[in-house]
């Protein structure tokens, strides 16, 4: 059989990946190129670099606008929060639904699945009726991150990886004399770990970019995230910068660059662990 034949396929499956690879990569560069102009230049030619129309200007510009390291700062403390609640609570909940025998298990994860299908948009008003009047947590991180802080997609996801785990391996704890929290440490939790991966990125993505609830629960420009400050920016005050073009671009490029690092990192650990291999037979 002729080498290069079969070399053919592989050659082209290598033209194809690497042409997607650059039209997925292309709008980040044209990002990063586009808030580093001095001169906005919208054509094609703007994708590619012109080392006499670089600067860093752009940065400086929406920085002493809307303050980016106090964006970052409340960015992470809403986020981080929001994050700590999910990983915690979506374990449990998990952990209770896939790997517990109790009454109403069926009815609570039916309920879970049918919160899938609800807009949060649907929940705004009583949510900030709730949170801004009787909690009275207006203008305050705790305030943004409640309603956040349980995901049931997150809960489905560990239940799923949860009734993955060979039960022959809870028994065996259970004979030792293990407890049930000692079983979800030291048994369940390290086989597990893409579930804790995948679910904490997809977390951190949605309050990351998110400006509407934050938005609504504070007006004050020293507690809101980079998203809201970005998206107020946009609304008021863009029209007004020397480059405004640059300027938006500047301030995507640093709320984009947390999560682009983040998967790039923790991407290798999406691929799921032989969760069988801890039973003997």
Known sequence: MDRTLGRGPTVLRGVVLALGALAFLFPFAYMVIGSLQRTPDPTLAG????????????YTAI????????????SGLFTGGVLLGTLVLGVLVGYAL???EWRGRGTTFALALLVQVVPFQLLLIPLYVLIARDYGLADSHLGMILPFAINSTAVLIFRQYFLQVPKELFEAARIDGAGEIRLLLRVALPLVRPALVTAGLLTFIGPWNEFLWPFL???DAALQPLAVSLANYISNVAATAANPF???LAGA?????PVVVLFVVFQR?????????????
Not at 64 to 73: D, K, N
Not at 253 to 257: C, E, G, K
């Open 269 to 281: 650990y999406f691929i799921s662990t032989d969760l069988g291999s801890g039973v003997k037979g």
């Open 246 to 248: 640059g300027a938006i």
């Open 47 to 58: 994708a590619f670099p012109d080392p006499a129309n670089l600067t860093t200007a752009n």
């Open 217 to 219: 629960i504070t007006k």
């Open 253 to 257: 490029v640093v709320l984009a660059a």
């Open 98 to 100: 896939a790997v517990l």
């Open 63 to 74: 920085d002493s606008r809307i303050g980016l390291l106090t964006g970052l700062v409340n």
